[in-house]
Each structure stands twice: as C-alpha cells, then as structure tokens.
C-alpha cells in the first residue's frame, strides 16, 4: 500500500509539473505585479521593519503577510528575475495536489482506489488552476491552500488540534479567503464518520471525537471562528484604505442583484469546471453581463435541490457541493471587489469540491474511469496552452481582448506596456480605445496622454490630461 501511494504520489507531481512548467519562462505582468513584486518596497530586504510593516498594516489593500513574506524570501535569492517568483508557484501548486491525494486518500475505505488520484490530478491540471499558478502576483493562492489543506489532514487524524489551529492561522496570513476553514471541518464531522481509525462517507450521524478533539466539534472550532471573524474584520478594513478596488458599493452593483449573483458565480466556475474553454484573465464586469437574475437563481436553486435529493444515495455529491459553495464563499458575489465578479482565481481551492465528486464517480466503472483518463490527457494540453496566454503583458491581454474587445482594462494596460516599448502609434492606438470606452476614465487618459507626450504630440497629450507636463505614466492598472 505505501509503494502504491508514493508511485501514486509521484505521478501525480510530475504530470502537475508538466502541465505548469512553460510558466518557468514568463514575464512579471502589468496587472498587480507591479504593486506586488517589482515596485513593493517592503519585499526588497528582510528587515524588522519590513516584517513588522507586513504584519501591521495592509499592502496593496490587502492584508496577507505571509504572502509578502514568501516574496520578500523570494526577492532575496532571485532579485527581480520573475523565474524564481514563477518557480515557487508552480511548487506550491505541485504540493498542494499532492496534499489533495493524501487528503482524499485519509477519507477511508469506502473510497475507491482511484478517486484519490482522479481527484488530485483533476485539482493538478485542470486550466482553471493556470491563473493561480502562472500569475506570479496570485501566490495567496496556492499558499494559503498549502496550509489550509495540511490543517484539513491534521483535522482528519482527530487529534494535535493545536497544530491544525497554527496551519490555520498561517493560512489566513496567506490569504483571507482561508477563513472558511471551520465551516469546512463542520462540514467533515457530518459527512464522515470514524470506523476503525479511517474516515468513510456517511449520510447521517456526525463524527464521534477521539484523541485531541472535543465530543462537541463546534466547542473545540470556537477558536477557529474567532480568528475567522478577526481576519474577516481586518480584510474590510484593509480594503477600505488607500486607492484601488474596493468591495462594490449598491450604486454599482445593486443589493437587491447581489443574492442572484450568488447563483450566476456558483453557475459560472460550474460550466467552466465542465466545460474549460473561452477562459479570460479579465471577464466582462458587472455592467457587461448579458444574464438573467431569475434563471441564474433557479439553475442554482435546481443543481443545489438535486444534490440534496442524492444525499442518501450518494451523499459525496452533496458533500462536494456544499464544500465548493462554502470555499467559494468569500467571491460568490455578495461582496464583490470592484465591478468584475468572477476570476479563474477564485476557484482555486473550490473546485476540489468538484473534482473529488468527478473522481469519486469515475472511480466506480471502469469505463468512466477510461473516459476521465482521456479527459485528463485533453486538459493537460488545455493547461499548456492557457499557461503560454500568461507569458507576458502583451499575450495576457491581447487573449482578452479575442474575447471581449472592449475590455478596458486590457486597453489601458497595453497602452502602457507599448508606450514602455517606445511602440507609441500601437500604446496611442489602444490608448483611443480605451477613450472611446470610457470618455472620463482617469486611468485610460492619463496613459494615453503619456503615450501622446513620448511621441513628441504634447499639445495633444494636454487636451486629453492636462496635467500630463507634471504626471508621470500610470503603473498596470
């Protein structure tokens, strides 16, 4: 059994690495990781003033120390050469599949053998991973789920419940959306129960306590919550400073709206999930959806009703739903950051609700289990080929714009990348794009008005940014 689960495990890692490897050789990006990385003062040198910054007060709008921490470590051994950055992504994401099979591989006997390894493999490979892992700026992403998924397999063992509070904590450092963990292991205690030291699937009762946990599991999480509700209070605080996106206010996207919304994302990560084509690193905003509030609540309302109507035949799918719904909690659309509501991003830890559901059926018939397998071959091709749209600024966004022409942020951010180039009539004609979109967009004028200074048409530039003489160009915005 254990040579089986190392081979399995090594599998698993190396057709992971595969897929992301031609991330090795890509660019840093003008979307972030300008903020982030490159022009992030507190990353260039790990000093008590920098740790103590990183801990104390948001960065970006964003309170993730560890995440810093990681980059600053990262900044020290590779200065700013972006494969160093890219490397530890991809390793994290490779590590994090493996914790996927050793965590699915821990639910028990009535598991069959091949799920572990399907699920794992759909969690490795499947292109909606690619932004996680290729966008050197998303590294919150595959490590705040490296620690929350080593905290789920300490939960699991039912004892040293300290050591899953800390892999926890960590966890939230990394990323705020972490702070479902304790909802998550509630979710575990009903649908699993103990027998013989291995989880196994149950349709009822909840999990007795052994070892280190109380007989009462929400008594022993009570910790868990009160962090989750501290990082909670501090990631609205720390969007409500400085400038840039914030949590969309009703003007933009309108209360009454927001509870469909819920629907139309669960919906969206759903089709995407089963049907990986047409991804965008930048999806059409609110104002640009063309949906229909009544069937996105129905269509949820259905899928969710018809996993609840199999609880008792195949209680997993229900299992799976919830466990998607409660990660994807923190971006499902109630509160959305600026106005475009869903990323391939946010998918990143629930889509292993899904995948453990595909690898789980596929598991059970051979034929369907020969079927994934082709599958998994097409979305490992799938992956290569999204991970190449990430290899610098001008492949990212020119993707985007195949797929939503208008895409303003695609515009402004290419007028600013070319007028870096010294390519000024492509920054000026993309820069006219972006005007005609958004007629009083501070961000478009005021890299068009660059783009018109450096090609020496400064009369121009003032009458579309008068303070173009004094304002230098605009970072990525």
């Known amino acids: ?68 921490l990681s980059f600053a470590v990262d900044h020290q051994i590779w200065g700013q ?10 390793l994290l994401h490779v590590a994090n599949t493996v914790l996927v099979f050793l ?28 932004e996680s892992v290729a966008w050197a700026t998303e590294r919150k992403d595959v490590l705040f789920v490296f620690f929350y998924l080593l905290a789920l397999l300490v939960y699991l063992r039912r004892d040293k419940l300290w050591l899953c509070f800390l892999l926890f904590v960590a966890a939230t450092l990394a990323k705020s959306a972490a702070v479902t963990f304790p909802v998550v292991a509630l979710l575990l205690d009903r649908f ?47 969007q409500a400073s400085g400038i840039g996106e914030t949590v969309a206010g009703a003007e933009a996207i309108p209360l009454f709206l927001r509870p469909a919304l819920v629907g139309y994302c669960a919906l969206f990560y759903l089709g995407k999930f089963l049907w990986p084509l047409n991804l965008s690193a930048i999806y059409p905003s609110f104002d640009e959806l063309h949906w229909y509030p009544i069937l996105s609540g129905l269509g949820f309302l259905a899928v969710t009703a018809g996993a609840w109507w199999l609880r008792r035949r195949a209680p997993v799918v229900l299992a799976g739903w919830l466990f998607y719904l409660v990660t994807l909690a923190p971006t499902i659309g109630l509160m959305p950051v ?43 091709t799938l992956t290569v080929l999204r991970t190449r749209v990430w290899a610098n600024t001008e492949t990212l966004f020119l993707s985007v714009l195949d797929d939503n022409p208008r895409s303003l942020p695609a515009l402004i951010n290419l007028t600013k990348w070319h007028t870096d180039l010294d390519e000024f009539d492509r920054a000026i004609e993309y820069g006219e794009r972006a005007l005609a979109i958004a007629p009083h967009g501070e961000p478009g004028r005021r890299n068009l008005a660059a783009a018109l200074k450096q090609a020496g048409r400064l009369e121009e530039a003032v009458r579309v940014w008068p303070q173009i003489a004094a304002s230098p160009p605009a970072a990525g915005h």
């Open 1 to 68: 059994m254990r040579k089986s689960l190392w081979i399995g495990a090594l599998a698993i890692a190396l057709l992971t690495l595969a897929a992301h490897l031609p991330g090795l050789r890509h660019q840093f990006v003008l979307w972030d990781d300008t903020t982030h990385i490159t022009q992030n003062p507190v990353i260039r040198a790990l000093t008590w003033a920098n740790i103590t910054a990183m801990f104390t007060q948001p960065i970006a709008k964003l309170y993730c120390p560890l995440t810093w």
């Open 81 to 90: 050469n972006p494969f160093g950055y890219h490397l530890t992504n991809i």
């Open 103 to 130: 965590l699915i591989g821990q639910i028990g006997k009535s598991v069959p053998p091949l799920a572990p390894f399907f699920t794992a493999l759909l969690f490795g490979i499947h292109p909606l991973r690619v």
């Open 192 to 238: 699993l129960v103990t027998n013989g030291g291995a989880s196994v699937p149950a349709s009822g009762a909840p999990a007795p306590a052994s070892g280190g946990r109380s007989a009462h599991p929400l008594r022993s999480l009570l910790p868990f919550f009160a962090v989750s509700i501290l990082i909670g209070t501090v990631t609205v605080w720390a």
């Open 338 to 380: 600026g106005i475009h509501v869903v990323a391939d991003r946010y998918s990143y830890l629930p889509l292993l609700g899904l995948c453990f559901v595909t690898g789980y059926a596929a598991s059970h018939h051979r034929v369907a289990a020969v079927v994934l397998s082709i599958i998994v071959a097409g979305l490992m």
